[in-house]
Structure formats: structure tokens, C-alpha cells
């Protein structure tokens, strides 16, 4: 019988373990959001948790702006309230590892717990008369039990682990099989110290899925069905456009979609998502592996295990009730998601081989925490290539089931104006290259702009025959399905005679063409309104290969659109005697004057789309050198007024890892 406790922070005198996450721009994932809500009542008094003594553990990443907010605002309240930390807060960064940060923090929580344990005991001890032989000694000795048998529980999951699991020093003694040529690490391969390690791996995860084949019988279920997020639309794409030319570095597409039959609505800087299948010959080759060619087409029946171990076994709400496995490999599961250390964990029991078992071991260990970051996390290594990398790994299809997270849709931001294309939506991608590594001997291109690519191939190439990639419009029927994804922010500022900057190097320029695609017909329309002025700074490689819109933007500067554009370009040789800037955080400090008068004097907004780690934290950084220098502030003092301005929702960005 499972037994929910429900606690009362309140009363509550055990020491609290809170594990949070961040979701959004800062906000806490929906779960809290009650809880964070209560405790931010003003009203509450500084000593209301003065009883209380808690452990928090954020998860988050760096690579978005408000870096584990949910974890640190919890923790900052609660510390406001009079709540003592028995155990240091820890934030844990998923851009270069969950587990750096977790691990040990675990480690070091149980510790802690028997200590603050220990210590309450002493408490109680002194303010009672209580002997050894006491009728009160038996709960004490009892709480520590419970204690000892929860901390197995939870750091095992499963009682059947054998001990070798555990977080002991004891030796996994099984030999490498390597050249004796390698004294490199790699994927496959490991050197001293790991190899000769005592390892310390973690518990083997309970199996709770079970899948039985059925008929091939019926039909799969409607792809609006996988999606809870809202109304789903089946469009067609109506035209495709090649931006960049061939020797671009990257190669950006346009697309546009025809939504004037469907009641899809959107506003410039709003985003939507795609829902895109894996790669079929992925899929092909991974139904190869398993031995399961022959079963693709068949129905399977996923239930959860009766009598699992583990703790809130559930059926996984991505798998539909019925479907045939194809359809589940294809629509459901992210095979290209980069292997946990618990799914590496759990490819050791499926692996025959000795040297190939000891290796997967080292990965999901701590000791090999450096090398499953090199070669696992960097390199983007998948299931199909750690089943090449360690061929004699035939896991089960309920283990993959179980591991392999929700293929998410994609989500893309709008990059055109209703008002201005009524019917139309239109959107910018990069086709992501993933290139050939030792860790993956095979190209690959991004899952969703990969699929994009290749259907839309026939606008780009209407005669086989021809290389032209201007692109166009064509009567074919291929669709995409889409839901809407707004953006309550990221929008133009109700008052039009507000100035704003905008800030889209590369395909971040993608919302901005919506954003002066609406200004040009409000121009149009209402000749008798005032309008603020427009800045966009746009950056690029080569000016000649990947300036993106450059004669639309040619366009909005000529009919006064747009007030000033201000362009850059990173790779292009200059011959003259001052150097051109090459990125745009360089432009922006050039026009510091015009940038703190809009900001400041004008009250006006600056938004930025792209690439956050290599962009938008560098104009951020621009931006708050500006305010400095302008105002004559201290750099803390004009960081504190960008704070002010994201507050304000002036300073906006919609920006990508």
C-alpha cells in the first residue's frame, strides 16, 4: 500500500529537502508555483519559519538569462522568513552537467540530515529527563531506522542492486580490451587514472515499462494528439526560399505557410512550434539493431510493470494507447536525445561484452564524470551511436521506452505580420549540421530544420535537373503541423510613437521582419499617427553570402520604415585604416549616445533575438558599459537599471542556446 504524506511547512520540525527548477524567463515550473505564491505573501512575518531548517538543491542553465531563478527566489524568501539551512544551497547548471553539482551535493545531504538529526536529539536530550532505558528511547531509535532505511531507499531505488552499485570504493574489476597504441581517451576508450579506478556508478534504475506486440491491424492516431499544449493545424507550405548563397557557412531557409483556412492567430515576435518525426532512416537503422525490422509495422501494448520498484511508476503520457512501433520510434521518442547517465547505467546490464561494459560503466561513474562530459554531452552522442560505439549493447525496446525522453516539437519565431501578409505565416531557420566526430562517425543535420529541409526540397529545386536556389512557390501538397507557442512580451510597444532597438544578427533578424512588416502598413493606414523612431543592428558574416533581407531592409530604410540600420560583418577582410566592427555588440557601443537617449530620455525599447552565449550576453554587457559611461554610474549601478529595464519589460530578448 503506498502511503502520501502530505506535509505543513508550517509545523513542520524535520529537517526539508526542496529540489527546484526553473522554467521560462525565471519563473518556477508550474508544480510551485502555489507554494512560491504563499511564501511571497508580505504580510507573512520575518520569524513565520523561524522552526523550520530546509536543504535546497536549483536546477537550471546558464545558458538562459535568469540562471536557476526559481531555486535562488525560494531560498532568498525563506531566509527573509526566518528559516535556517541545515545543508548549503546548491545550483546545479544542465549547460555543463546536472551532475556536477548534484552528485555531490548528495553525497554531502546525507551528512548533513544525520547531523541536523543528531543535533535536534541533543536538543530534546537537555530539555527532558530522559534516560537510556526510557519508554521515549524506543521512537528515537526508531526515527533513526526510518532514517537509515529511507536514505537506502533513496539512494537505491531498487533493493535488488547488488552492493557493487553502491557509492562504495569497491573496484568494478573488469579489464579494458584496448590497443595498446591508445593512450588517448575517447568514447570507447579510457586511460589512467579512470581505467584504473575503483568506480563509483549509480544504482541500477528499476524497469517499469512492459511492451507486448499485438496486430498490424488499425491505424496510427492523429498527430494532434500527441500535443497538449493547444489546438493543433495541419498547413501546407506555399513557397521556400534559399536566403543564404551556396558557399554560406550556414545555410539559412524561409518558409511560409498558408493559415487562411485555419483560425490560427499570432502577432509579430509571437513564436510557434512544429511537430517533426525523427529521421526514417534512423529510425530504420535503429529497428535494425534491435532485431525488430520485421516488427516495425506492428501494434504494441505499453503497460506499466505490476509490482515495479519504482517510486510513482506511471504510464508515459507521450506514448499513445495504442500505436504501431514505427509510429512510436518516429513521432514519440527523442532518439537523438543525448544519453542520462541512469540510461548509460542501465546499458551496462544489456551489454555482453566485458571491455565495452566496463566502459559504460566509466561513463555513467563519478570518476568519469570529465570524460562522459567530453564525449557523451560535447560530441552530442546518441543511442545510435553508443549502440555502434559498444556493439554487443542490445537493450530492450521497454528499457528505450522508459529512458528516451518526448520528441518535443519545435519552436520557431514568427518572422512576418499578419496585417501585412494576411493568410501567411512566415518563418527563418539555420539547417543545424551536426559534422562527423570520432564520438559520431557520421554527419547528421537537426532533427526538425533536417526533415524541413528535405520536404521542402521541390519548392527549392522545382526542376531536378537545375541548381537554381532562388526557391518560390509552388502547388505542392506537403503539409506541417503547428501549434501556437505567443509570446505575452516580445511584442512592439503598444504606443507606436515609442522609439525601439532592435538587435538580430543572423536568423535572429527573423521576428524583427515581422516586427517592421506590421510598422510599414500602420504607416500606410494611418498616416495621422506619430511614429518613434527604429534601430536594427544586424551582423553577419559576409556581406555578399548571408545578408539576410538585405533588399527588404533596403525597402523599409527608403519608405522610412526603418529609421537606421546599422550592419556589420565578422569574416569580411577591410582595407581600411580603422577597422570596421565585426560583431554588433561593437556597433551598439559606437552609437552609445543614441542607445542611452533611447533608453533613458525617450523611455523606449531595445529587444534582442539569437544566439544568447555568444551574442546576447555580449550586448548585455555592451548596454550596461553604455549606461555607465553616460550617466556616470558605477558599473553595479548600471547593471541595476538593466535590471529595472527588464522588470519594466523595455529590455526584451527571445534568445537560443
Keep these: 500500500m503506498t502511503v502520501h504524506l502530505q506535509y505543513n511547512l508550517e509545523t513542520e520540525e524535520d529537517p526539508v529537502v526542496i529540489v527546484i527548477s526553473t522554467t521560462g524567463t525565471g519563473d518556477p515550473p508550474d508544480t510551485a508555483c502555489k507554494f512560491v505564491k504563499k511564501i511571497q505573501d508580505t504580510t507573512l512575518s520575518p520569524d513565520h519559519f523561524a522552526h523550520l531548517q530546509y536543504g535546497l538543491l536549483g536546477l537550471g542553465d546558464s545558458e ?309 562530459t567530453r564525449f557523451v554531452r560535447e560530441s552530442n552522442v546518441c543511442l545510435l551511436d553508443l549502440l555502434h560505439a559498444f556493439p554487443s549493447c542490445k537493450p530492450s525496446l521497454n528499457l528505450l521506452i522508459e529512458h528516451l525522453p518526448k520528441l518535443q516539437a519545435r519552436s520557431y519565431s514568427v518572422s512576418s505580420s499578419n496585417l501585412y501578409q494576411p493568410g501567411k505565416l512566415c518563418f527563418v531557420f539555420n539547417i543545424v549540421e551536426f559534422p562527423a566526430c570520432p564520438a559520431r562517425p557520421v554527419s547528421r543535420r537537426g532533427v526538425c530544420t533536417g526533415w524541413l529541409a528535405e520536404l521542402v526540397t521541390p519548392l527549392l529545386h522545382p526542376n531536378k535537373d537545375s541548381l537554381d536556389t532562388k526557391g518560390g512557390s509552388s502547388s505542392s501538397t506537403e503539409k506541417i ?38 510598422r510599414q502598413k500602420l504607416r500606410e493606414e494611418h498616416t495621422d499617427w506619430e511614429f518613434g523612431e527604429t534601430w536594427l543592428f544586424f551582423g553577419c558574416r559576409h556581406k555578399d553570402r548571408d545578408y539576410l533581407f538585405k533588399d527588404e531592409l533596403r525597402c523599409f530604410l527608403e519608405n522610412g520604415t526603418l529609421t537606421h540600420l546599422k550592419v556589420c560583418f565578422s569574416r569580411d577582410s577591410s582595407t581600411a585604416e580603422v577597422a570596421p566592427p565585426k560583431y554588433v555588440q561593437d556597433v551598439i557601443r559606437l552609437c552609445a549616445k543614441e542607445v542611452a537617449r533611447v533608453l533613458l530620455k525617450e523611455k523606449g525599447y531595445f529587444y534582442i533575438c539569437g544566439d544568447k552565449k555568444h551574442m546576447a550576453d555580449g550586448v548585455s554587457d555592451a548596454v550596461v558599459d553604455i549606461l555607465s559611461m553616460e550617466m556616470g554610474a558605477d558599473k553595479l549601478e548600471a547593471m541595476k537599471i538593466l535590471a529595472m529595464l527588464r522588470e519594466a519589460k523595455r529590455y526584451l530578448q527571445d534568445v537560443w542556446s
Design 481 to 518: 503541423s503547428i501549434f501556437a507557442h505567443p509570446n505575452n512580451t516580445f511584442h512592439l510597444p503598444a504606443d507606436p510613437s515609442v522609439p525601439f532597438m532592435m538587435v538580430g544578427p543572423g536568423t535572429g533578424i527573423s521576428p524583427f521582419i515581422g516586427f517592421l512588416q506590421h
Design 64 to 372: 538562459y538569462t535568469f540562471f536557476c531563478n526559481g531555486g535562488k527566489t525560494v531560498d532568498r524568501r525563506l531566509q527573509e522568513l526566518g528559516a535556517q539551512r541545515f545543508y548549503d544551497t546548491g545550483l546545479a547548471d544542465d549547460c555543463v552537467g546536472l551532475e556536477l553539482v548534484v552528485d555531490p551535493w548528495i553525497d554531502g545531504l546525507w551528512l548533513a540530515l544525520k547531523e541536523a538529526f543528531q543535533l535536534r536529539k541533543e536538543k530534546e536530550g537537555m530539555s527532558s529527563d530522559a534516560v537510556s532505558g526510557s519508554p521515549s528511547a524506543a521512537p528515537q531509535v526508531g526515527h533513526q531506522l526510518n532514517l537509515s532505511s529511507e536514505v537506502q531507499n533513496l539512494k537505491l531505488e531498487d533493493g535488488r542492486v547488488k552492493s557493487s552499485d553502491v557509492l562504495t570504493q569497491k573496484l568494478v574489476d573488469i579489464p579494458l580490451v584496448a590497443s595498446a597504441r591508445d593512450t588517448e581517451p575517447s568514447l570507447v576508450h579510457s586511460v589512467p587514472p579512470v581505467s584504473q579506478s575503483a568506480l563509483n556508478i549509480p544504482a541500477l534504475p528499476p524497469e517499469y515499462i512492459e511492451v507486448q506486440f499485438q496486430d498490424t491491424h488499425g491505424e496510427n492516431p492523429h498527430l494532434s494528439s500527441l500535443i497538449s499544449e493547444g489546438t493543433t493545424f495541419e498547413v501546407p507550405v506555399t513557397k521556400a526560399v534559399q536566403l543564404t548563397r551556396e558557399d554560406a557557412m550556414k545555410t539559412a531557409l524561409l518558409l511560409e505557410l498558408d493559415i487562411a483556412n485555419t483560425v490560427f492567430d499570432y502577432q509579430p515576435g509571437d513564436a510557434f512550434c512544429v511537430i517533426c518525426p525523427n529521421n526514417v532512416n534512423e529510425v530504420e537503422e535503429l529497428l535494425h539493431i534491435l532485431g525488430l525490422s520485421e516488427k516495425g509495422e506492428y501494434f504494441v501494448c505499453v503497460k506499466v510493470k505490476p509490482g515495479t520498484k519504482k517510486k510513482g511508476a506511471a504510464y508515459p503520457q507521450h506514448i499513445p494507447e495504442r500505436s504501431t512501433l514505427k509510429f512510436i520510434l518516429t513521432w514519440c521518442l527523442e532518439i537523438r536525445a543525448i544519453p542520462k547517465k541512469a540510461f548509460l547505467r542501465a546499458l551496462v546490464e544489456c551489454t555482453s561484452d566485458a571491455g565495452e561494459k566496463r566502459r559504460l560503466q566509466e561513463l555513467c561513474s563519478r570518476q568519469g564524470a570529465s570524460d562522459y
